[in-house]
């Protein structure tokens, strides 16, 4: 059953304990800010904290990269190619280790009950937490049916309709979070809180990944992009438009 709780499935997720203990006075109310750039150059924040919602919108980057990986398997396999099934394996393993047990603990712990309890955006946020429990029970299928040689009637056919509705999901997703959501979130602390939200994503990206997280994660999936030959970026250069 879906649940805006988090997930049942096992994610390794952030805890509900460690969320609320780390939050503090981070989700009291306040206005919204407008100076928090002069706090963080101000030395306010540790060195590699950044402000909470553009953090959030650097981790959208990974997620958005992984999409380009389940496209590209989707392909292959609409093409009656063999499905590249190690790389779209490693990419539902970031999925479900850094997307959906950290990115998307963090939405739930703070963003999304902020949001709540301001009366701001309740029917999007409803959805949101929706999507986020459909969006896990994809990845579990992704992970299961890549994890065993695919037949063309078999789960072949499964995976790519999984990673389809994955794809079709989430890029109206993180893009309705980066333009509305987000924007709303950081509009409703001060820019002190904002500060001490960075100083805490940080400390809970270092507790569950260590030192440098984001940037591992990265390296993790430019070494499944170049697996798959979709790493070099002038490769998606459109030719010069002819008259």
Known sequence: MDSPDGPADGTPSI????LFAASGAA????AGGTEIGNLFTAGSAPSGAIPPDVDLMV?????KRVLLIYQAGIDRISAGEPAPLAAIHAGAEIVHDFVEGFHEALEEGFVFPQLRAVG???STVDTLYLQHARGRQLTQLILSSSSNPPTRTGNGESLSAAMTAFVRMYQPHEAREDTVVFPAFRATHTPEQLVELANTFSELQREQFGAGAVAD???RVADVEMSLG???LNQFTPPPLTS
């Not at 989700?27 to 306040?30: A, E, P, R, S, T």
């Not at 981790?59 to 997620?63: A, P, R, W, Y």
Request: hydrophobic share 55%.
């Open 15 to 18: 805890s509900r304990r460690q």
């Open 27 to 30: 989700l009291v109310l306040g």
């Open 59 to 63: 981790e959208h980057g990974v997620l």
């Open 120 to 122: 701001v955006l309740v």
């Open 217 to 219: 994660i990265v390296a």
């Open 230 to 232: 979709i790493y070099d």
